[in-house]
């Protein structure tokens, strides 16, 4: 045969859990689903809504203490191409076009603490009382809080003039941290926005930096061409004196050595090559008139004057012939008709030999002419020859002193080409200077803003209200799960293990109701609350393994209202027709014989204890047939209602006359005596104050029951209030009020 133990009397600890025949409720784990958790809000909403106040409050508060934050801004664009006055030699197609890395460089160049140092002493700000205050303590929430309440003031301080400069450092880095510049998309579009806590010092430093950056690059290269004009003014003196040197060396070398002409050593060449030409025709002209001497000297001593060519080329030698010819003719004939002695003859041979004699001393000048013209054709090329190694002698001198001339003429060519270079260029910067167009040009100018940037109220109410709603979650989630009372019977049943016999509303949370529980039950017999009770009795007998005749209400703790619901329960039973009789068993308190009216001395049921036998006192309640067996006078100290049988003696005359006999019992933790009028009834109902009494107080009092006894009980949720079990998702008949409560009316 097996067993069927609940939880709380086996070795392991754990949650109790009961398994009557037929089945029974085990104790279960809920997985956390979406419903479940937002059930568990909707039974926290107080938490969440009061977490969510508060962050908003804070929010609201941190934002009124923030210091007021003014952003103004400046649009500046860098020009692509800018105008320049004086015509620059680079390429007008790649001049002036800012790349991306130009504009990012830009960037930085607004952002370094030289330009804040300049904005610094364009503005005068340093000069500024508030200004150096904000720089030396810079306001915060704290200080606007305790400000607000007059726990502290600001004062800034003037500086010692050590200080001074530390202060100027702090000012640059304040600016720094409260500049922005950004590029407008991809445009060249810079903007330049300043925060402050003064709208004007917020424009005016905004209007600043954008004025000075616009003006920086022409100001840049003015400074750089003032620099540049000046030092290139230096050194081309100093070059010009170089090269002037340098030429000057050159000149005086040349004059040294001779080499006026830097064709010097071509000129020797070429005369070198008329000399070789002259001295060839020379040597041929001498060839020629010694050969013509010699053959003329040949001629004269073989054949006479007659046969020297070269006289036969003279005209007077030839005129001198030809008279000759003449003569010898005229000889001839005068010697045919004349003797020898004729005188005619004589004279004509006298003639001839006188032309002889002519011709004779013609050829032999001729002949000296031919020696004189070979002896001058001699002479002439042995002077030629003579010039011909003189210039040689020179070439070879001049070849030598070439070489150190061409390391001067470089030396001057470098210094002359490197000064003109110079002097090209400062003339540039010299046009260049007083004409600088700037890169930049201002779009947008600063103005003062009307309204700060910062704090952002809707910002941070809607931080404030999503952190509200997170922590208020959480918070609501954590005391949720970390809450141990009984909200729904699913938790009875899943974390106790006993039986859900049903919710009992308060009767102000439902309608119709009266001034009171009993006046709701009787007044509104049709109504939620007497339903409810209806519901509870049903599930009682239901649940009872016998005749279920003797019900036992109970609770774990004082203050759970078991014995209002005793009460109701037995009214309402009775006004359905049933005989019903309400036994007082607290014998503490006897609140139900309070409730009633009758604990004024008559007798009750401490004569039916006493009694071995004969008839139970019993009342009529006024206004139904229910019939109360109450506690009329105090017990003696230490006296119980079980001791020698007295009370199973007086239930067991009772059962003979009710069909429901209903033991109102104590509480169960703090009297022990519980237990044993427990046990005596047929079903025990434990009443358990709806989301205020903890599973582990009921766990408690369960453990101090009997098996059989906790096999038979059941629970009941006391004080139930609908409208909010409607909110908690669960899945009990109370927890859809909402669907059914205009049922009643």
């Known amino acids: 045969m097996v067993v069927n133990l609940p939880?709380?009397?086996?070795?392991?600890?754990?949650?109790?859990?009961?398994?009557?025949?037929?089945?029974?409720?085990?104790?279960?784990?809920?997985?956390?689903?979406?419903?479940?958790?937002?059930?568990?809000?909707?039974?926290?909403?107080?938490?969440?809504?009061?977490?969510?106040?508060?962050?908003?409050?804070?929010?609201?508060?941190?934002?009124?203490?923030?210091?007021?934050?003014?952003?103004?801004?400046?649009?500046?664009?860098?020009?692509?191409?800018?105008?320049?006055?004086?015509?620059?030699?680079?390429?007008?197609?790649?001049?002036?076009?800012?790349?991306?890395?130009?504009?990012?460089?830009?960037?930085?160049?607004?952002?370094?603490?030289?330009?804040?140092?300049?904005?610094?002493?364009?503005?005068?700000?340093?000069?500024?009382?508030?200004?150096?205050a904000d720089v030396m303590e810079p306001r915060n929430a704290l200080d606007n809080i305790l400000s607000a309440v007059g726990i502290r003031s600001r004062t800034g301080a003037a500086p010692s003039d050590d200080g001074e400069s530390a202060l100027r450092e702090k000012a640059i880095t304040y600016l720094t941290d409260r500049l922005s510049v950004a590029r407008v998309g991809n445009s060249f579009n810079l903007?330049?926005?300043?925060?402050?806590?003064?709208?004007?010092?917020?424009?005016?430093?905004?209007?600043?930096?954008?004025?000075?950056?616009?003006?920086?690059?022409?100001?840049?290269?003015?400074?750089?061409?003032?620099?540049?004009?000046?030092?290139?003014?230096?050194?081309?003196?100093?070059?010009?004196?170089?090269?002037?040197?340098?030429?000057?060396a050159v000149q005086s070398y040349r004059v040294r050595t001779g080499l006026l002409s830097s064709a010097a050593t071509s000129l020797t060449e070429q005369e070198i090559s008329t000399y070789n030409q002259q001295i060839a025709a020379a040597r041929a002209e001498a060839a020629r008139d010694t050969a013509a001497l010699a053959s003329a000297r040949g001629q004269l001593r073989s054949g006479g004057a007659d046969s020297v060519g070269e006289a036969a080329a003279s005209p007077v030698i030839s005129a001198l012939r030809g008279q000759r010819a003449q003569l010898v003719t005229r000889e001839g004939d005068l010697?045919?008709?004349?003797?020898?002695?004729?005188?005619?003859?004589?004279?004509?041979?006298?003639?001839?030999?006188?032309?002889?004699?002519?011709?004779a001393g013609e050829v032999n000048r001729s002949i000296q002419a031919l020696d004189t013209r070979a002896q001058s054709s001699a002479q002439r090329l042995s002077s030629l020859l003579a010039s011909r190694g003189g210039t040689r002698a020179q070439l070879g001198t001049d070849n030598a002193a070439l070489v150190a001339l061409a390391d001067l003429e470089k030396r001057a060519d470098a210094a002359q080409t490197l000064y003109q270079s110079y002097l090209e260029r400062y003339n540039e910067v010299v046009a260049g200077s007083g004409a600088e167009q700037p890169a930049a040009r201002l779009i947008s100018p600063a103005d003062a803003p009307v309204l700060p940037v910062s704090p952002n109220l809707?910002?941070?109410?809607?931080?404030?209200?999503?952190?509200?709603?997170?922590?208020?979650?959480?918070?609501?989630?954590?005391?949720?799960?970390?809450?141990?009372?009984?909200?729904?019977?699913?938790?009875?049943?899943?974390?106790?293990?006993?039986?859900?016999?049903?919710?009992?509303?308060?009767?102000?949370?439902?309608?119709?109701?009266?001034?009171?529980?009993?006046?709701?039950v009787r007044d509104h017999p049709d109504g939620a609350f007497a339903e409810a009770l209806r519901n509870v009795i049903v599930s009682i007998r239901h649940a009872a393994p016998g005749s279920g005749k003797v019900v036992a209400i109970t609770s774990a703790v004082p203050g759970e209202g078991k014995t209002t619901i005793t009460a109701c329960m037995g009214r309402a039973l009775a006004m359905a027709g049933e005989r019903v009789v309400v036994i007082d068993c607290d014998v503490i308190r006897a609140q139900l014989s309070k409730q009633f009216?009758?604990?004024?001395?008559?007798?009750?049921?401490?004569?039916?204890?006493q009694a071995e036998a004969g008839l139970v006192a019993q009342y009529e309640e006024p206004d139904s047939p229910l019939r109360v067996v109450p506690i009329t006078r105090p017990f003696p100290k230490g006296r119980r209602l079980t001791?020698?049988?007295?009370?199973?003696?007086?239930?067991?005359?009772?059962?003979?006359?009710?069909?429901v006999i209903l033991l109102d019992c104590p509480p169960i933790l703090p009297i022990a005596e519980s237990r044993e009028i427990v046990s005596l009834a047929d079903s025990a109902v434990l009443v358990v104050h709806w989301r205020k009494t903890s599973d582990r107080v009921v766990k408690a009092a369960l453990r101090q029951l009997p098996l059989r006894t906790v096999q038979s009980f059941g629970v009941v949720l006391n004080q139930v209030d609908m409208?909010?079990?409607?909110?908690?998702?669960?899945?009990?008949?109370?927890?859809?009020?909402?669907?059914?409560?205009?049922?009643?009316?």
């Open 7 to 132: 939880a709380l009397y086996e070795p392991r600890a754990g949650v109790p859990q009961v398994l009557p025949q037929g089945g029974g409720h085990h104790a279960s784990e809920d997985p956390i689903t979406v419903r479940f958790l937002l059930a568990m809000l909707r039974r926290r909403r107080e938490v969440l809504l009061l977490t969510l106040v508060n962050c908003l409050v804070l929010a609201l508060v941190w934002t009124a203490a923030l210091p007021r934050i003014y952003r103004s801004s400046a649009d500046v664009v860098m020009i692509a191409r800018p105008v320049e006055v004086v015509p620059d030699a680079a390429d007008p197609a790649e001049a002036g076009i800012p790349r991306d890395e130009d504009v990012e460089t830009q960037i930085q160049l607004i952002h370094s603490r030289e330009m804040a140092g300049q904005v610094l002493d364009r503005t005068g700000l340093l000069r500024d009382a508030a200004f150096r």
């Open 191 to 248: 903007r330049m926005a300043f925060g402050d806590a003064d709208p004007e010092r917020a424009a005016l430093v905004a209007h600043t930096y954008a004025g000075l950056f616009t003006t920086d690059d022409a100001r840049e290269r003015a400074r750089s061409h003032a620099t540049a004009a000046k030092v290139l003014h230096i050194r081309v003196d100093e070059l010009r004196q170089a090269a002037n040197k340098a030429f000057a």
């Open 335 to 359: 010697s045919q008709r004349y003797f020898d002695n004729n005188p005619d003859l004589v004279t004509v041979r006298r003639q001839i030999a006188d032309l002889d004699r002519q011709i």
């Open 458 to 520: 809707p910002l941070n109410l809607a931080l404030g209200g999503a952190v509200g709603v997170l922590l208020g979650a959480f918070l609501a989630i954590v005391s949720e799960l970390s809450y141990h009372g009984l909200t729904t019977l699913e938790d009875v049943e899943s974390r106790l293990g006993i039986r859900g016999l049903g919710s009992v509303p308060a009767y102000r949370t439902v309608e119709p109701h009266a001034a009171s529980p009993l006046d709701t």
């Open 597 to 609: 009216g009758l604990a004024g001395g008559e007798p009750g049921l401490h004569e039916a204890v």
């Open 643 to 659: 001791e020698r049988g007295g009370l199973h003696r007086v239930i067991a005359r009772l059962r003979e006359d009710f069909d």
């Open 723 to 745: 409208r909010k079990q409607v909110r908690f998702g669960g899945n009990d008949a109370a927890s859809f009020y909402k669907k059914y409560e205009g049922y009643y009316a």
